[in-house]
C-alpha cells in the first residue's frame, strides 16, 4: 500500500503551503494541474491526502522545494544548493548560456560555431547541466514562456527518450522546444522521424526527420523571470 501524506484544514496545512508556492512562483491552479498532469480542481479537492507519486513529480517541477516545509511546516520555503551552504560556487552549477534561443514557434537558424568559452556563464539552480538556453515564443505557453532560461542536458543517443516529454531539439535549420512524440514508419521506404508538438494548441505539430536531428537536450530546471512593472 503506497504511503500518503495527511491534509488539514488548518491554515498551516500542505494544502495551505502549497497554495502559497503557487502564488510565489506566480503559477495559475490551472497552469499548475496542467504541468502536474491533474484535473485542473485538484487543489480545490485535496482534503485527505498527497500521494507519493505526486510529491515526485512536484520535486521535479520544483527542485529548490524545501520537501520538509512543505509537508511539515519545517525550515524556509525553498532549499539552498549545496555550493550556496558551502559559500562558493561548485563548478558542476556553472553552465554557458547559448546566445541563440530555443523558438517556441519556428525554427530558427543558428550558427553551429559558438565557442563555449565566448558565452556569458550563468549558475544553474541544479547539477548536471551542460547549458542554459532561452525561449523565444508562446507556442509552449502555460508551461515554458517567452524569454525563460532552460538548463538542459543532451540525451545520449543510445539512452531510452523519455516520449511525450518536452526537450530541446538542435536540428540543421534551428534549436526549437517541443513535446517529443515517435513516429511510427507506414513502410520500409519511409524515413525515420518524430514529431515535435507544441503545447499552445494554436500550433500545429512538426514532423522532424531524424537525419536533420544533431541532438535532443532533456530540460532539468527553468528559471522564469516576472516583471514588476
Request: proline fraction near 7%; aromatic fraction near 8%.
Amino acid at each position: 500500500m503506497s504511503q500518503s501524506v495527511h491534509l488539514n484544514r488548518e491554515p498551516n496545512s500542505v494544502k495551505a503551503r502549497l497554495l502559497q508556492v503557487l502564488q510565489d512562483k506566480k503559477i495559475s491552479q490551472t497552469e499548475f494541474a496542467k504541468m502536474l498532469g491533474v484535473s485542473p480542481t485538484y487543489i480545490g479537492a485535496m482534503r485527505k491526502s498527497l500521494s507519493n507519486d505526486r510529491m515526485k513529480k512536484l520535486g521535479e517541477l520544483f527542485p529548490d522545494l524545501n520537501r520538509d516545509w512543505l509537508l511539515y511546516g519545517e525550515g524556509e520555503m525553498y532549499r539552498k544548493a549545496e555550493h550556496e551552504e558551502a559559500g562558493e560556487i561548485s563548478p558542476e552549477y556553472i553552465v554557458p548560456l547559448l546566445p541563440v534561443q530555443a523558438f517556441a514557434g519556428n525554427l530558427q537558424n543558428w550558427s553551429e560555431g559558438v565557442l563555449m568559452r565566448d558565452c556569458e556563464k550563468i549558475v544553474s539552480p541544479v547539477p548536471g547541466a551542460d547549458m542554459a538556453i532561452r525561449v523565444s515564443g508562446d507556442s509552449m505557453e502555460p508551461s515554458f514562456h517567452n524569454g525563460d532560461t532552460l538548463l538542459i542536458k543532451r540525451i545520449n543517443e543510445k539512452a531510452f527518450i523519455p516520449w511525450g516529454n518536452a526537450m530541446v531539439i538542435d536540428t540543421e535549420n534551428g534549436v526549437l522546444v517541443k513535446a517529443v512524440f515517435p513516429v511510427e514508419k507506414k513502410d520500409d521506404n519511409d524515413e525515420d522521424a518524430i514529431e515535435a508538438r507544441s503545447f499552445n494548441p494554436a500550433y500545429p505539430p512538426i514532423r522532424i526527420p531524424t537525419s536533420c536531428i544533431f541532438n535532443i537536450y532533456k530540460i532539468l530546471s527553468q528559471i522564469t523571470l516576472y516583471s514588476t512593472m
